[in-house]
């Protein structure tokens, strides 16, 4: 073991890619078609040894668990592939949001009571992971996802206050940072496009990171003018004792 796994415990935050996975309902569905078999490749390259196997993914930019590019919802902002990487890793904390539910707004008044009862402090250049509980209650087919499903989300003064504080990074544990489905004016991304900020949707295993701080990474795919990327998440926690 080196000294970064001596002293460091990896939680992945990244939800599985699967043909049917659940999909917020304006994106594209998620299709897995096999390219070649090993036994038709090795047929193709005479191989006496071996063949290679491949699919190929229909995926949205927004599917899976990923990260917005500012130019999505503000079309003067960066894609992702020109988007500084300080969005995308960095020191993160996250607070327990569960008890507030669908039809309420999650509210900065939220924020600052959950950062008193654990201590934590939000400093500049911080990723902000919000634990709804959404994830736990209805995934994958109980209400997780599609046109339907009903979340909590922040509010525009509520996104506005943790920019202002300086966060880079907004995530959840749900298909959006948006009220859902009833606010139209999707106010946590109206707030992202101000502030340049981005937000990560679809995380997993966040009540693992509730009154933490870790090394959070979910780096994006240099995706050519992309609107966003999926993005592996992980945390970095310090080992305790």
């Known amino acids: 073991m080196g000294v970064w796994q001596d002293n460091f415990e990896l939680v992945d935050l990244s939800q599985e890619i699967y043909e049917g996975m659940p999909v ?81 707004y999650i509210e900065a008044a939220d924020f600052e009571e959950q950062l008193g009862k654990t201590g934590l402090a939000i400093r500049k250049g911080d990723i902000f992971l919000m634990h709804t509980g959404h994830y736990e209650r209805t995934y994958p087919d109980k209400g997780y996802g599609g046109p339907e499903a009903t979340h909590t989300g922040v509010s525009y003064r509520a996104a506005e206050w943790l920019f202002q504080q300086g966060v880079v990074n907004l995530g959840v544990d749900a298909p959006a940072i948006d009220l859902s489905p009833d606010d139209l004016n999707f106010s946590g991304h109206h707030a992202c496009g101000r502030y340049g900020a981005t937000n990560t949707e679809n995380l997993r295993n966040l009540r693992l990171l509730i009154g933490r701080r870790f090394l959070y990474m979910g780096l994006p795919l240099r995706i050519r003018a992309g609107s966003g990327s999926p993005v592996r998440a992980v945390a970095l926690l310090p080992k305790q004792g």
Not at 24 to 35: A, D, L, S, W
Not at 37 to 46: D, F, L, S, V
Not at 57 to 70: K, Q, R
């Open 24 to 104: 917020f309902g304006m994106h594209q569905k998620t299709f897995i078609m096999t390219n070649q078999t090993h036994e038709q490749n090795q047929k193709a390259t005479g191989s006496p040894t071996l063949g290679f196997s491949a699919r190929n993914l229909l995926i949205s930019e927004h599917g899976p668990t990923h990260s917005d590019a500012v130019w999505e919802y503000e079309p003067s902002g960066p894609t992702i592939d020109r988007m500084d990487l300080g969005h995308f890793w960095g020191e993160g904390i996250c607070v327990d949001l569960s008890h507030i539910r669908h039809p309420r």
